[in-house]
């Protein structure tokens, strides 16, 4: 059995700005897992820079409001939305509310930090 808190995983600043916590990476876990799962958070008022990822996905939001941008498209989120992004598409989200964005990030195939290109 595998088992890993989330408080337990180093914070540090992605490519596109967010905080992120990696819950679970199959190269930093050592465990047979064809996707990778991450927290990420944006403060009030901020949101992530314009960029691309080679992988598919898929936002969870668990907390807070924002704006979701998507190639030409953008949509106003909440909690409890799941926003599915496609790879190669240009992306960012807007924290519009009046607390943390918080969301669950899985990429498949997992994220790496050469796959995530600022634009």
Same mark, same amino acid.
């Given at each position: ?5 989330i408080?337990d ?5 992605a490519?596109?700005?967010c905080r992120?916590k990696?819950?679970?990476? &199959?190269?930093?876990?050592?465990i047979d897992l ?5 927290m990420?958070?944006?403060?009030i ?7 691309r990822?080679e992988?598919?996905?898929v ?11 998507i190639d ?5 989120v909440?909690a ?12 960012w ?6 607390e943390?964005?918080c ?5 498949? &195939? &997992?994220w790496?930090e050469?796959g995530?290109?600022r634009?």
């Amino acid at each position: 059995m595998f088992v890993k808190n989330i408080n337990d995983c180093e914070e540090f600043i992605a490519n596109d700005g967010c905080r992120i916590k990696e819950w679970l990476h &199959p190269e930093n876990d050592a465990i047979d897992l064809a996707y990778s799962v991450a927290m990420a958070t944006i403060d009030i008022g901020e949101q992530s820079y314009e960029h691309r990822l080679e992988q598919t996905e898929v936002y969870i939001l668990f907390s807070g409001e924002g704006v979701m941008h998507i190639d030409e498209e953008q949509k106003n989120v909440i909690a409890g939305e799941a926003v599915l992004i496609p790879a190669g598409a240009v992306q960012w989200i807007e924290n519009t509310g009046d607390e943390e964005l918080c969301f669950i990030a899985i990429v498949n &195939p &997992p994220w790496t930090e050469a796959g995530d290109v600022r634009l």
